[in-house]
């Protein structure tokens, strides 16, 4: 059996990092990134791209050596990606600031609006909804995090966390001051136009939930196998027959329905700049479907059916 040679440059400078004598031809780039950590074990595996070229696409960690275009001596290039944070601490960072931060405002902690309505509640049933329902979101997202969700990768540059956090953070504080604010005001329709939106939303919710098993149940525990995902048994999957992301799609339907419920413009304003992330993302994963799968349905629409 031959072996192969394996040098690894920095794809700044070109400078050699390692050389890697009697690499077997079935070594996946897994396990070169942990012969290399071995020699500089200030970069672990999780913070190392490894490429064919400097400027070209990291190879995946199950790539395997024999099959690529390499001769028995390979060259690659190695760029650091930065400190890594695990995806399940920044999920869990990300929602538990939102269910925290909206609770202070709700129950009027000191400090936020003026003393004489520090702890004490709105005299509009409204609000206390809106509370269950934002509590309820993030309690759910939490769980998936811990009980649902397989990541394909296991990690993301730490600086992200700061990123993520802001955003979230900064939208559930925005949209909190002015949902438990003594001054608010219920939404112009009042119970009719309440229990609409919360049909929309409780609807959704479970939509959304209904996906994310379903995608759960494409990928075996420890994989990073990807198939094109079907409707199943439960209707609420059914929509995938039209759109190729339709966890965004119910997630969008579940804070359109929550701007109904409390016509407050934080909420709208919050509802768009993440439609508008969401389809980015749609977009892109749909990009993915189509390239890596030759069958993949035609029909199918990144995240709005017929339309977007």
């Excluded at 309820?136 to 811990?146: A, D, I, N, Q, S």
């Excluded at 749609?282 to 977007?308: Q, V």
């Amino acid at each position: 059996m031959k072996h192969y040679e394996v040098e690894i440059l920095d794809a700044k400078t070109k400078d050699k990092l390692c050389f890697l004598d009697k690499v077997e031809p079935n070594a996946t780039i897994g396990e070169i990134k942990s012969m290399f950590h071995k020699s500089h074990p200030q970069w672990y595996p999780a913070r190392q791209s490894i490429r064919l070229d400097p400027k070209g696409k990291s190879l995946k960690d199950e790539d395997i050596l024999q099959h690529l275009p390499v001769g028995t001596t390979a060259t690659f290039y190695f760029r650091d990606l930065g400190a890594q944070i695990s995806w399940v601490t920044v999920f869990l960072t990300e929602y538990a600031g939102p269910l925290i931060i909206y609770l202070m405002f709700y129950f009027r902690v000191p400090f936020i609006y003026a003393p004489k309505y520090d702890f004490t509640t709105s005299k509009h049933w409204v609000v206390h909804l809106a509370c269950m329902c934002h509590s309820f979101h993030y309690v759910k997202r939490l769980l998936e995090t811990l009980f649902v969700h397989r990541f394909s990768h296991g990690t993301m540059p730490l600086r992200n966390i700061f990123k993520n956090c802001t955003y979230y953070w900064g939208f559930a504080a925005w949209m909190a001051y002015y949902i438990n604010h003594p001054l608010y005001t219920p939404p112009i329709y009042g119970e009719q136009q309440v229990k609409l939106a919360l049909i929309i939303f409780l609807f959704c919710q479970i939509g959304n939930f209904s996906i994310h098993i379903a995608l759960r149940n494409l990928r075996p525990p420890g994989s990073k196998t990807r198939k094109i995902p079907y409707p199943t048994k439960n209707p609420f999957t059914w929509i995938f027959l039209l759109v190729s992301c339709p966890n965004y799609t119910y997630e969008l339907g579940s804070w359109l329905g929550f701007t109904v419920m409390t016509q407050c413009l934080p909420v709208a304003f919050f509802t768009i700049v993440g439609f508008v992330q969401m389809t980015v993302w749609a977009k892109g994963k749909h990009r993915s479907y189509l390239k890596e799968f030759r069958d993949y349905p035609p029909l199918r629409s990144p995240i709005l059916p017929f339309i977007l």
